[in-house]
């Protein structure tokens, strides 16, 4: 099957037309500037860009929040979509855009199956003592806020990886960050909560921090949620930290050189997720593979190094020479027969909602979308 992978941003659409059969990538880019003067004016008519619609048997939607609701991919009629648009007060900025693409490629291609693959899907399963927050219960069931997690695709490829692994950690650290602890293939708790604000610290985003330190802030500086939001979302992290940059590459050279802030940002990031690492090893009970991914954890030696020093307790132990050698691709980067095997394994997110929507569509084509309770999206939160 000929499947169109998409991934929109607020202003970009990225495509991927894979060949499912043999994974092959047939076409690769991106609409970008979606808004400015002189590119596309809205998302539809980014779609319309895309070269080589007519070969095309299916398309896979990646879209950001999926509530407690869809728990695996679905194929897309008018009440997915409308559901998706329900979600959107939990995700507001990504569900709107990820909607726009959905009906501009349902009027554009309507004869293709449409699929949604979910971010929030994978972590759907873990248990109501890891997703939930103590807040009244019942302020929290109005607005359904609970902790959800995202980068699931990511996770779930990485996972896809190691067969027969029964207690994985990955590590996605890309310009958002997350950790996962994946048990016999299913994520059981995931650092990211009802926003993927919450977790490790990220490229502009703090990560954890204490609620309390927001509440100051409205009274000091008179902030209101738009402040908040910018701050929080676009002004934090790397970035606000060291005063220079979210691109890791730049900070790894100006703390080489000596720059005191550049030093505390990557310091930070470091040991948060090592705290992230040893709360999901306990949550494990142990931990067979620890995996990384994403920008961050596929191309920086230093950053995996420093995240594993002195922590042979858990079994994680580096192979220092395999570590350094390694940028962008596969590999076993612990001494072998070490307890925990550390890796880095490139993520493939694309594939994954190309798969997905190739198996949904085929489904649908033979009739048993209905039949097979994978498939189905139970209500309610699980
Ligand atoms: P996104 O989450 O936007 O998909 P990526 O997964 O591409 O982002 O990760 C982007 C991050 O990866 C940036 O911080 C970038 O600096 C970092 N990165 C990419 N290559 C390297 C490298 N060789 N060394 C260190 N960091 C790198």
């Known amino acids: 099957m000929i499947v169109l992978s998409l991934n929109a941003g607020s202003s970009s659409l990225k495509y991927k037309r894979i060949d499912t059969r043999d994974h092959t990538v047939l076409d690769v880019g991106a609409i970008e500037r979606i808004g400015a003067p002189g590119a596309p004016a809205t998302h539809d008519e980014a779609f319309a860009l895309i070269p080589e619609l007519d070969h095309v048997d299916a398309a896979g939607h990646r879209v950001v929040h999926g509530g407690s609701e869809f728990s695996a991919s679905v194929l897309i009629d008018d009440a997915v979509e409308a559901r998706i648009e329900a979600l959107i007060p939990l995700a507001p900025l990504h569900n709107p855009v990820n909607l726009a693409v959905i009906r501009a490629g349902r009027r554009r291609l309507p004869h293709v199956p449409h699929v949604a693959v979910f971010d929030t899907a994978f972590h759907t399963g873990v248990s109501a003592a890891a997703y939930t927050y103590g807040l009244p219960f019942e302020l929290a069931d109005r607005w359904k ?29 890309g310009n958002g960050c997350s950790a996962a602890a994946i048990l016999d293939g299913h994520s059981v708790d995931t650092t990211m909560g009802m926003t993927p604000l919450e977790g490790l610290m990220m490229g502009t985003r703090p990560g954890d921090l204490d609620p309390g330190v927001l509440l100051r802030l409205m009274d000091w500086e008179g902030f209101d949620t738009a402040a908040l939001d910018r701050i929080l979302n676009r002004e934090s992290g790397l970035l606000g930290l060291s005063g220079l940059s979210n691109d890791m590459r730049e900070l790894e050279a100006q703390a080489a050189a000596g720059h005191p802030r550049a030093e505390l940002a990557i310091s930070v990031f470091c040991h948060r997720i090592r705290r992230a690492i040893g709360s999901l090893y306990a949550v494990l009970n142990g931990a067979d593979v620890l995996a990384f991914t994403g920008g961050i954890g596929e191309n920086s030696p230093e950053i995996r190094s420093r995240v594993c020093l ?50 949904v569509a085929h489904h649908k084509v033979s009739g048993q979308v209905r039949d097979n309770p994978s498939e189905r999206s139970p209500a309610g939160g699980r």
């Open 310 to 359: 002195e922590m042979d307790a858990l079994g994680i132990v580096l192979d220092a020479d395999a570590n350094a050698g390694v940028r962008g691709r596969e590999a076993r980067i612990s001494p072998p027969g070490a307890p925990t095997e550390v890796w880095v394994m490139p993520t493939n997110e694309e594939l994954l909602v190309a798969l997905d929507a190739a198996r």
């Open 145 to 173: 806020i609970r902790r959800y997690g995202f980068h699931g695709t990511s996770h779930r490829y990485v996972a896809s990886r190691f067969p027969g692994r029964r207690k994985l950690i990955t590590l996605h650290l």
